[in-house]
């Protein structure tokens, strides 16, 4: 196994405790570093400034593996606001928010202790699989993550990855000599593909699930990025008139 991969491998390893820059114990039990959980909500109140709408909160949460005992140096922020966004009411608000969520994650550079943050507006019927879940809002464990002995096969998660990876690979080759809507929706295919994958292996066995590890592996290595490289110079190509073209 080379070096990139083996340290990404290695990344999905159980550490002992939980992050010392995020969490400290109170007695038994793990609470968020109150200049932690205070730059956290910070962040919601510039993301909500932001979307220039009165957003109407029930709760913050953080998740991912910085909330559980699988974190690493790849780890990153998962903070989610959760609130109503009934479709039916008003269609257009969760486009709307997850439009100037992208742009807010595009735009901000913000660490915290470290860490990339990620915001995420979340329905509060919105199904969603973790181990480990913090209300940042109220202070406390929604979700208590519980310490466990995994296995991890790492040569199952190696060969998917690497399936995957050729897979993406061809989608960049076929960019640059087929039908650019065709290989668009090949492209959205596999995406989904991906996205149901990683959810039934979240719902049937968890964080470890070699499904969700697998898709660690692609972002960690880069080719989930490389996907969305391959789909935006696509759309790019897609949108662009060339020059000398004739009136008619």
Same mark, same amino acid.
């Given at each position: 196994?080379?070096?990139?991969? *083996? ?45 220039? #709408? ?37 269609? #257009? ?19 915290? @202790? %470290? ?16 181990? %480990? ?28 990855? *690497? ?27 596999? *995406?989904? *593909?991906?996205?149901?994958?990683? %959810?039934?292996?979240?719902?049937? @066995? ?9 898709? @660690? ?8 990025? @490389? ?22």
């Amino acid at each position: 196994m080379d070096n990139p991969n *083996k340290n990404i491998i290695n990344s999905f390893k159980v550490q002992e405790e939980l992050n010392p820059n995020i969490w400290y114990l109170d007695g038994e039990n793990y609470k968020m570093i109150p200049s932690v959980r205070v730059s956290l909500l910070d962040i919601v109140k510039d993301y909500s400034d932001f979307a220039d #709408l009165e957003l109407d909160i029930d709760d913050v949460t953080l998740t991912g593996s910085l909330s559980n005992f699988n974190w690493s140096e790849f780890s990153d922020v998962d903070l989610h606001i959760l609130m109503d966004l009934d479709s039916e009411t008003n269609p #257009l608000l969760k486009k709307y928010l997850d439009s100037r969520r992208m742009i807010w994650n595009s735009l901000r550079s913000v660490t915290v @202790k %470290g860490f990339d943050v990620e915001v995420y507006v979340q329905d509060n019927n919105e199904p969603h699989f973790a181990s %480990g879940v913090y209300s940042v809002l109220y202070d406390e464990w929604i979700v208590e993550p519980k310490k466990e002995e995994v296995v991890i096969d790492t040569k199952k998660i190696l060969s998917k990855s *690497k399936n995957w990876m050729s897979i993406i690979d061809q989608f960049y080759v076929d960019s640059r000599r087929q039908d650019p809507d065709t290989v668009l929706s090949n492209i959205d295919k596999f *995406k989904n *593909k991906i996205k149901n994958s990683r %959810g039934s292996g979240l719902q049937d @066995k968890g964080e470890y699930s070699y499904e969700n590890l697998t898709f @660690k592996f692609l972002r960690r290595n880069e080719y989930l990025k @490389k996907l969305n490289d391959v789909r935006n110079y696509l759309i790019d190509k897609n949108l662009t008139l060339e020059g000398n073209v004739s009136h008619i």
